[in-house]
């Protein structure tokens, strides 16, 4: 069973609008949270990283983290049409404190002109 | 920035036959990765390594080998590969520094097993 979840989408915006991408995940210990942006065919890579509640913010990105409630979202300002891309949410679980993240199947975000 | 190279970027090969994918990373990071990624599962991973000489068996290890004789180095090994096993193979390294965590990923191998 997967430890962190996301809607597989796709999520359709169109341009110029907030991309709101969401995770949730089940250890109520874990201490990293990821956002990653995978284009078609190439690797992933790690865009934001956030480890406290609150929001965290990086030119047109936003990750908000809220442990209660055990979910991390990611916001898209102004999205452009180069931001269509899958995004994964990864979580690193407590676990002895070794460095073994998790990832949620990802995101698929179409912004359209 | 080639901080992560994998090796062959493409592979076609048969079922049976015994397949090494590279991974040599350019900076210190402590841990290494092997994910596969394939339609419907997202990234999976296969083995991952917490420093020279230390590896440990991921969520889908079976039919595959790891060895870390040197912290940069980090070779996959199929075997006896199988269909099954055609897949997009992704070598990561990361580990905390400064307290923050990363990690990043190589270019990623396509192999496909005939």
Redesign the interface.
Known sequence: QKEVEQNSGPLSVPEGAIASLNCTYSDRGSQSFFWYRQYSGKSPELIMSIYSNGDKEDGRFTAQLNKASQYVSLLIRDSQPSDSATYLCAVRLASGGSYIPTFGRGTSLIVHP | DAGITQSPRYKITETGRQVTLMCHQTWSH??MFWYRQDL????R?IY?S?AADITDK?EVPDGYVVSRSKTENFPLTLESATRSQTSVY?CAA???RGG?????????TRLTVL
Do not use: E, I
């Open positions: 402590s841990y419907g599962h997202g990234l991973l991952y917490a991921g992704f990361g580990g905390r923050t965590d990363t990690q990043y990923f190589g270019p990623g």
